[in-house]
């Protein structure tokens, strides 16, 4: 059925994070989650902002292209990508990947590309943004770095560190223009494009 021209649009988050559903949450508005199954492998000569839009955008396509007919949503696609020294870092993986991350980044300023995309499926319009955090890692032994990394285990985040949990002992400083971000959702960009899109935040049209 055609969604009710008194009805917001639905809302669906393209991603299988918990971390980002989390956050989402944060808004109190009802969403579905749906995840996409996208070939996230940089491409070659490809910067970090260039990858996380580039993923974040396909995301909300993809899930937005197996909608049926009559189906109009705004879908939310993120991507985040971090990066020192022109390298880019991903998601770990394994413990052994993790602690050879933080061993490379403390001391280090790494910034966090956390790319996001409004999709609305019903105008095939996109909205999207870049949002940079600069971080700091403190210079810390191998031991306090393998302690962490078996309380936590953050072998699912880019940069093996949770700066929301005991990950946030790992840094010395923080800059950015909004503090969800890092986590890996910026909600402030993500209010703005929903506003934009017509979308009813607080009773705002």
Do not use: W
Request: charged residues 20%; hydrophobic residues 45%; negative net charge.
């Amino acid at each position: 059925m055609p969604d009710s021209p008194n009805r917001p649009p639905r809302l669906i988050l393209a991603s299988s994070s918990p971390y980002r559903r989390e956050l989402l949450e944060r808004l109190r508005v009802p969403f579905d989650v749906v995840v996409p199954a996208i070939d996230e492998t940089p491409q070659a000569g490809e910067t970090p902002e260039a990858t996380a839009l580039r993923l974040a955008e396909a995301k909300a396509r993809k899930v937005a292209s197996e909608l049926g007919a009559n189906q109009a949503a705004l879908v939310i696609g993120s991507d985040q990508v971090a990066t020192y020294d022109g390298l880019q870092i991903g998601k770990p993986g394994t413990h052994e990947n993790a602690l050879a991350q933080l061993q490379a980044m403390r001391g280090r300023e790494v910034l966090f590309h956390s790319a996001l995309c409004l999709f609305d499926s019903a105008s095939n319009l996109a909205q999207t943004a870049d949002v940079i955090t600069r971080v700091r890692f403190r210079h810390l032994p191998d031991a306090a770095l393998e302690a962490y990394l078996q309380a936590e285990t953050p072998y699912d985040v880019a940069g093996s560190a949770k700066s929301e949990g005991l990950g946030i002992v790992l840094l010395e400083a923080i800059h950015s223009d909004d503090p969800t971000a890092l986590v890996g959702l910026p909600l402030i960009a993500l209010s703005s494009m929903l506003l934009a899109a017509g979308y009813p935040l607080l009773g705002a049209q």
